[in-house]
């Protein structure tokens, strides 16, 4: 009888220093470790888990290079956990997103998938803070348009404001690391200021129809606005790279 070959790889054991950053991940996701707790010394640590001091050291760097943990020096130093941060997660998801090499298709897909569900959550939550805030930010972009001006960040804070105004903090991440490749985009192209209208025509839309609580409206809007975007980068960017192969053909 012939044999089946396996649906299962082998694994191998983790290596010593991944088991003990494990162990102490858990128990600060769990809870029982929490901001300003401070872990017992590396050596009562390395007796603990029956290891080398050097093993210990090394997952605590692995731990602090999380963002979970901060090392402090001196006679009051030690081991803290630390407050969340973040801007470590926000930065992990951005270097992911980079790393992969995203196009600005799957860029826009992701953005219209993300954005229309914030707006969801934003249209029962957000107060007038929120607004204001949102209508100090259109404002300050009008002067900057006006003045000939690029207002590329506070176009892109207007959706960091809307992620904000969602209550919710994985949001805020999210679109923060959303928002950072988008920059990435925009800033090898330059727009008209006609478009730059555009954008600021689709966020006085947007903000209208939240502070109205039309949803559907908002979400419309939204829609257009990411399309048009991801039309417009795409012509400025054809048109980009068909300048640089004439200028190429034409110097040979």
């Given at each position: 009888m012939k044999?089946?070959?396996?649906?299962?790889?082998?694994?191998?054991?983790?290596?010593?220093?991944?088991?003990?950053?494990?162990?102490?991940?858990?128990?600060?996701y769990s809870g029982i470790f929490k901001p300003g707790d401070k872990l017992p010394p590396e050596r009562e640590l390395a007796s603990q888990f029956k290891s080398g001091r050097m093993v210990v050291r090394?997952?605590?760097?692995?731990?602090?290079?999380?963002?979970?943990?901060?090392?402090?020096?001196?006679?009051?130093?030690?081991?803290?956990?630390?407050?969340?941060?973040?801007?470590?997660?926000?930065?992990?998801?951005?270097?992911?997103?980079?790393?992969?090499?995203?196009?600005?298709?799957?860029?826009?897909?992701?953005?219209?998938?993300?954005?229309?569900?914030?707006?969801?959550?934003?249209?029962?939550?957000?107060?007038?803070?929120?607004?204001?805030l949102l209508a100090k930010n259109i404002d300050f972009s009008e002067e900057q348009i006006l003045k000939g001006k690029r207002p590329l960040d506070d176009h892109l804070n207007f959706h960091l404001l809307l992620a904000k105004s969602s209550k919710n903090t994985l949001f805020e991440m999210i679109i923060?690391?959303?928002?950072?490749?988008?920059?990435?985009?925009?800033?090898?192209?330059?727009?008209?200021?006609?478009?730059?209208?555009?954008v600021l025509n689709y966020h006085k839309e947007i903000y209208k129809a939240l502070k109205e609580k039309k949803l559907n409206?908002?979400?419309?809007?939204?829609?257009?606005?990411?399309?048009?975007?991801n039309k417009k980068l795409s012509e400025l960017k054809n048109?980009?790279?068909e300048y640089k192969n004439i200028r190429f053909t034409r110097t040979q």
């Open positions: 044999t089946q070959p396996s649906l299962f790889i082998p694994f191998k054991t983790k290596r010593a220093f991944e088991e003990i950053s494990d162990q102490i991940r858990a128990l600060i090394e997952a605590l760097r692995t731990l602090e290079h999380s963002g979970l943990i901060y090392i402090k020096q001196g006679s009051l130093g030690g081991t803290f956990i630390k407050s969340a941060d973040t801007k470590v997660i926000t930065r992990s998801i951005s270097d992911m997103i980079t790393i992969g090499n995203v196009s600005l298709q799957e860029l826009t897909e992701a953005r219209l998938g993300i954005e229309m569900v914030i707006l969801e959550s934003a249209i029962t939550r957000i107060n007038n803070d929120d607004l204001g923060e690391s959303i928002m950072t490749v988008t920059k990435s985009f925009l800033l090898t192209v330059k727009p008209d200021a006609k478009y730059l209208n555009r409206i908002a979400k419309e809007k939204m829609g257009e606005h990411l399309l048009d975007a048109f980009k790279n």
